[in-house]
Antibody, heavy 126, light 108 residues
Framework: QVQLVESGGGLVKPGGSLRLSCAAS????????MGWVRQAPGKGLEWISY?????????NYADSVKGRFTISRDDTKNSVYLQMNSLTAEDTGVYYC??????????????????WGRGTTVTVSS | SYVVTQAPSVSVAPGETAFITCGGS??????VHWYQQKPSQAPVLVIH???DRPSGIPERFSGSNSGNTATLTISEVAAGDEADYYC???????????FGGGTKLTVL
């Protein structure tokens, strides 16, 4: 079945770096845009990044992580990654990998996340 | 950037109907998507594109969107529906996904 499995979370000191991975299965990974959403402890969902297919390579980031985080993908490994640098306590939370679905027509866009992983926890603390 | 707002909590008795709203400027011109998140679990898409249900989601879940308010309606609420519900839209000005702050549904 369709599945996303995140890994790479852990404890890191402020200013440090971490690389998250997300392994996909059960669908043609190369055909889909992928993204990351995080959730701080006791808080709501925050979209942080997505990447289009390898053919275009287009990426986009939330203002809160732009310039510090980099999303990438490897279609040969059915995986998407999130390189996180210059981490602060505000980056602490559960990071979810998700498959982006939908499309845009001439009028509006129907963009949402239709499949989610179970998440990996990142803790930034000294 | 676009902002969507949700009430922090909604309470409803078992068997009744819950209405969870998502407010935003002319949100009726956008497409709204809804996610359910139970404690310590990943979010699950329950409604997309205002009123479409993914396969496997009960017909008790429905959505509507008009003017400045989108609504997730859950009929015949049961204890298993207790969860946080998030609305989400696409902000075309910066091509970002925007989530509401979430509404905690309590079944009395």
């Amino acid at each position: 079945q369709v599945q996303l499995v995140e890994s790479g979370g852990g404890l890191v000191k402020p200013g440090g770096s971490l690389r998250l991975s997300c392994a996909a299965s059960g669908f043609t990974f190369s055909d889909y845009y992928m993204g990351w959403v995080r959730q701080a402890p006791g808080k709501g969902l925050e979209w942080i990044s997505y990447i289009w297919t390898t053919r275009s390579g287009y990426t986009n980031y939330a203002d809160s992580v732009k310039g510090r985080f980099t999303i990438s993908r490897d279609d040969t490994k059915n995986s998407v990654y999130l390189q996180m640098n210059s981490l602060t306590a505000e980056d602490t939370g559960v990071y979810y990998c998700a498959r982006r679905a939908g499309y845009c027509d001439r009028i509006t866009c129907y963009i949402y996340m239709d499949v989610w992983g179970r998440g990996t926890t990142v803790t930034v603390s000294s | 950037s676009y902002v969507v707002t949700q009430a922090p909590s909604v309470s409803v008795a078992p068997g009744e109907t819950a209405f969870i709203t998502c407010g935003g400027s002319s949100i009726g011109s956008k497409r709204v998507h809804w996610y359910q998140q139970k404690p310590s679990q990943a979010p699950v898409l329950v409604i997309h594109s205002d009123d479409d249900r993914p396969s496997g989601i009960p017909e008790r879940f429905s959505g509507s969107n008009s003017g400045n308010t989108a609504t997730l309606t859950i009929s015949e609420v049961a204890a298993g529906d207790e969860a946080d519900y998030y609305c989400q839209v696409w902000d075309g000005s910066n091509e970002h996904l925007v989530f509401g702050g979430g509404t905690k549904l309590t079944v009395l």
